[in-house]
């Protein structure tokens, strides 16, 4: 049994920096891919980013340049460095995994089986 357990989250001024984490636990388990996805209020799911097992990552272009996504393997755990936030940035943020590599960076939720329980982010104005 894999679970994804994220922590992090919290009430924060725009502007501010928050920092995600994913840390996970069970089986030996070493995903291919990880990523972060965000869902705010009456929205969908939305990717945020991703990154392979070797480190090379993938942005969506809403936070590219503000978050940085990474991750020690060492540690099993990811993180998500939030910078510059935006009262729109207010969501449950999500991690997921998965083991099956993909040439390109898999930003589709079904792409993704293993997922954590959400971590609540609010930034206010």
């Known amino acids: 049994q894999v679970q994804l357990v994220e922590s992090g989250g919290g009430l924060v001024q725009a502007g501010g920096s928050l920092r995600l984490s994913c840390a996970t636990s069970?089986?030996?388990?070493?995903?291919?891919?990880m990523a972060w996805f965000r869902q705010a209020p009456g929205k969908e799911r939305e990717f945020l980013a991703a990154i392979r097992r070797e480190g090379t990552t993938y942005y969506a272009d809403s936070v590219k340049g503000r978050f940085t996504i990474s991750r020690d393997n060492a540690k099993n755990t990811m993180y998500l460095q939030m910078n510059s936030l935006k009262p729109e940035d207010t969501a449950v943020y999500y991690c997921?995994?998965?083991?099956?590599?993909?040439?390109?960076?898999?930003?589709?939720?079904?792409?993704?089986?293993?997922w954590g329980q959400g971590t609540q982010v609010t930034v206010s104005s």
């Open positions: 997921a995994a998965d083991h099956r590599w993909t040439s390109t960076f898999p930003q589709e939720l079904s792409k993704y089986n293993y």
């Open positions: 069970g089986r030996i388990f070493s995903p291919a891919f």
